[in-house]
């Protein structure tokens, strides 16, 4: 089925250790998304894609960068992890002017 | 920049019961406006948008919202709920020419028997 597949969907890490989280989309989109979610705090946007080749800081950058490799696939990395990055991270597509998201099922990370 | 206000962090009802879901958002420019709603340990699935035209929009599962300019609202509403619309509902806005989605910190839905 066409979507947005995100890799691994569970992971536990040790403070300091690095890790890549992985996204890969199937429909074409040009846009592609990461945020993260946190109990009270809704959805918060780490990074995105506008387009291949390009890549922009959203509302919560620090301690993540970001790696558009083609246009299927963009992927997370954090770097020397912390337990303040403990969260279910989401990756998302999007076709600019159809308006909407689409989600990936997400990456749920506990960093202790 | 934009920002959205979900009104109500839990919300709960009984079977059959009507609901809504406030939401009031703040542009400097035209917006896009969308709901979204996760089921428990599942991604964000779209439940309807609002793109331009009619301002009353009809989504997935018997949800509708209606845009309202002037008081800058995009409510959520179902006219008799299920066991199974219990779940976190998002709201959500677009706005200029970058298409990044602010969302609101979301609101819990629990429908009771």
């Known amino acids: 089925n066409a979507g947005v597949t995100q890799t691994p969907k569970f992971q536990v890490l040790k403070t300091g250790q690095s890790m890549t989280l992985q996204c890969a989309q199937d429909?074409?989109?040009?846009?592609m998304y990461w945020y993260r979610q946190d109990p009270g705090m809704g959805l918060r946007l780490i990074y995105y894609s506008a387009s291949e080749g390009t890549t922009d800081k959203g509302e919560v950058p620090n301690g993540y960068n970001v790696s558009r490799l083609n246009k299927r696939e963009f992927s997370l990395r954090l770097e020397s992890a912390a337990p303040s990055q403990t969260s279910v991270y989401f990756c998302?597509?999007?076709?600019?002017?159809?308006?909407?998201?689409?989600f990936g099922s997400g990456t749920r990370l506990t960093v202790v | 920049a934009q920002s959205v206000t979900q009104l109500d962090s839990q919300v709960p009802v009984f079977e059959e019961a009507p609901v809504e879901l406030r939401c009031n958002y703040s542009?400097?420019?035209?917006?896009?406006l969308f709901w979204y709603v996760q089921y428990p340990n599942q991604g964000l699935q779209l439940l309807l948008k609002y793109l331009s035209g009619s301002t009353l929009v009809k989504g997935i599962n018997g949800f509708e919202a209606e845009f309202n300019k002037s008081q800058t609202s995009f409510h959520l509403r179902k006219p008799s709920v299920h066991i199974s619309d219990t779940a976190e509902y998002f709201c959500?806005?677009?706005?200029?020419?970058?298409?990044?989605?602010?969302f609101g910190k979301g609101t819990l839905l629990t429908v009771n028997p």
């Open positions: 998302a597509s999007s076709d600019l002017g159809a308006g909407g998201y689409t």
């Open positions: 542009s400097s420019v035209s917006v896009y």
């Open positions: 429909m074409n989109h040009n846009s």
């Open positions: 959500a806005v677009s706005g200029g020419s970058n298409y990044k989605l602010t």
